[in-house]
Every structure is written in C-alpha cells, then in structure tokens.
C-alpha cells in the first residue's frame, strides 16, 4: 500500500492492526531473552540441585561399572540395566528439565504475552524462496543478527577465559583429590562456569530487547491513508453510516405516526410546525408530547390527525415554544402548562360536530413566556 500511493508509515499501529498481526502471530518476540533466560534458569538450577544430580549420577555410574559376572554375559539382564540407568538418570534430571519447560514457556510472555496461532504454523511457499532467503541474509536485520552473534561470542570467549584464569589453581588441585571429591569440585566448577558465562549474556539481551519491540512497531507503521481505510470499515463509510440514519429515521416516524391517533390535540403553526399532545391525568404529571415535525413531516401529522378526527388548532407562537423547547415523548416544559392548558380546555368544550368537521381551530393568543418564545 505505501509502495503503491508513495506514502511513507507515519502513523503508529492502530488496536485493530496490532490486534490483526497478534492473530497472525506477529508479535514482538526476543530469541536473546528465551535463550538467556534459559542457560541462567539451568546453571542457576544446577547449582541448587547439584549435590542431588551428581550423588545419584554416581551411584548409576557405579552401578553400571560394578557389574558381576553372570550380568556381564548375559545381553538381557545389559539391557534391563541399561534401562533402568537411562530411566534413573531421567528420574534425578527431571526437576531441573522441569524448570527449564516452566521458564521457556513464561519468559516469551513476559515481552510479547501469550499467542497461538494456526495461521503462523501454516505452511508458506515463499518461506522456501531462495532469493528471498538471500535477501533476508543482506538485509539490515542480517547485519543485526551476525553483529549480535559477534558480540555473544566475544563476550562469552572473555568470561570464559577470565572464569578459567580466575580459578586455575582450583583446576590444578584437582589431581591431588580423591575421585568423590575431585568429582564434586568438578561439578561446582562447571556449573558455576556455566552460570557466569550465561550472566554475560545479559549484555546482549538488554540491547536486543528494545531493539525487539522498536523493529516489531516499525514493521506495523501505517501510511495516513491505511489509517483512513481502516477507520472507514471500522466506523462504517460515509454512504452506508448515511443509509443506516434515514432507515432509522423513517422507523422513528412511522412509530411516532401511529402515536397521532391517540392525541388529544395537534397544535401547528399552522403550516411549518405540528406538535401532537396528548394528556393522561392517572399517569402523567403534564401533557407530553407524542409527535412533531416541521413542514413535509408537519403536513403528515396533520393528515393522520385528520383521518382519526384528532383536533387541530392553530397556535403559532404556541407551536413554535413547543417545537424548539422539546424532545419527543418528554412533558412540556412548566412555563407553557398555563399556556397549553387553555388550549385543552378550549378543545375539550368544543361540540362534537365541529372535531368531527376535521376543521382545523383557530385558538385565541394565549400567554407564552418570553424565554420560550421563537419567531
């Protein structure tokens, strides 16, 4: 879309496009955090566990090298041992595998939160493109990726080489100890060694992180005009938003049109305005109005008034107040009670003959306050 209209992403990611390319699986993801986190979850694991995991790797060593004779030729019971050694070691292992599945399942949240997605799991023809293989490896992400593993390995060679120097004595020593010992100290050396070497890691996963999240919104940058696009699905466009108001509009007309028979009267103006009242004294408070309108809606109060022999008089500034100083369905205000319950009582004392004339009634002036008054 931006290679087409020439516009530059500007514009930051919208809900809806972040919410899109979540579902796709497109989320901001660290490989630097899983793996860091990982390698400092299994040294840090190790290290508390280790009198556990280097005792029972023993005794299965032990127990595989201490064989008697009859074991030794018969190729059954080798195996039954040798079954039982894989099943032990899994046994004493499995706390520290444990930990590392927990961690390498919540650490990927932590940054980008839970995401599954089929889509993302969908096999792609394109992904198996050489050329754009080749591109992606000379493209600027390229260039980020082999400066990362530059960096993690010269990092990583130093805290080796330092770690190493730091405890060559420890090293040397270990010839002068017996073998249980000589083991134990091994092991605490390895797996310290191995906790520093993943510490150093961290370096690379602080500058990878940002990076992670900035690369992920740039690649979700919108132009102004996807911005507009999508606002116009989203909100509905112009023509059809315009459709959907005159539809609800006619069905509030048609609802108000079927009140009009049920009036007590219809003032008008008496050609722009028509206001339909009606008063029920066991269950309103003041006369409300029940339909309105001006001109062409006004004509077709009148005529539905007509048709059901509703009273229609003429009260021009009466109207007017009415018209402006109202919604439909609500009670008059109180500065017109006065006003509009002349008018009530005028049609009330009226002959039947004449409501039943569908002659309109020309009412005499009756008082409208100044601050409801409309010219």
């Known amino acids: 879309m931006a290679a087409e209209s020439g516009q530059e992403r500007t514009e930051q990611p ?11 699986g497109q989320i901001a993801r660290s490989r630097e955090l899983n793996t860091t986190a990982v390698l400092l979850a299994g040294g840090g694991g190790m290290i508390f566990m280790g009198d556990t995991i280097m005792s029972g790797l023993r005794d ?94 010269v990092i990583v060679a130093a805290v080796v080489v330092a770690y190493l120097d730091f405890n060559t004595d420890k090293l040397l020593h270990l010839g002068e100890l017996s073998i249980d010992v000589a083991l134990v100290e091994t092991a605490y050396l390895v797996f310290w060694g191995f906790l520093f070497t993943s510490c150093a890691l961290i370096v690379v996963t602080v500058v990878d992180v940002p990076f992670q999240i900035w690369d992920h919104n740039k690649q979700l940058m919108m132009t102004l005009q996807e911005v507009k696009d999508e606002y ?78 509703v009273p229609i008089a003429a009260a021009p500034p009466l109207t007017r107040a009415l018209f402006y ?20 009582a005028y049609v009330y004392q009226l002959d039947k003959r004449h409501k039943a004339s569908n002659d309109e009634i020309t009412l005499p002036d009756v008082p409208i306050p100044d601050d409801l008054q409309h010219d």
């Open 325 to 344: 100083s109202t919604e439909l369905n609500d009670e008059i205000p109180a500065g017109l009670y006065l006003a509009v319950a002349q008018v009530l």
């Open 14 to 24: 919208t809900a809806k496009r972040l919410n899109d390319a979540r579902k796709k």
């Open 60 to 153: 299965i060593m032990v127990n595989g090298l201490t064989l008697e004779r009859d074991v030794l030729f018969n190729p059954d019971s080798l195996l039954a041992l040798f079954s039982g050694s894989v099943a032990d070691a899994l046994l004493i292992l499995l706390p520290l595998f444990a930990l590392l599945v927990v961690v390498a399942l919540l650490v990927p949240m932590a940054l980008g939160g839970f995401s599954f997605s089929l889509e993302a799991l969908a096999f792609k023809a394109e992904k198996l493109d050489p050329i754009k293989g080749i591109g992606k490896i000379f493209a600027w992400r390229g260039v980020v990726e082999l400066l990362k593993a530059l960096a993690k390995f």
């Open 232 to 309: 116009k699905e989203t909100d509905g466009r112009p023509e059809v938003k315009q459709h959907i108001r005159q539809v609800q509009m006619e069905m509030a007309e048609r609802r108000m049109m079927q009140e009009v028979p049920k009036a007590d009267v219809v003032i008008t103006n008496p050609t722009h305005y028509a206001v339909a009242l009606k008063y029920d004294q066991t269950s309103m408070g003041a006369p409300r109005v029940v339909a309105k309108g001006a001109d062409l809606i006004a004509a077709e109060i009148r005529k539905v008034a007509k048709e059901n022999n």
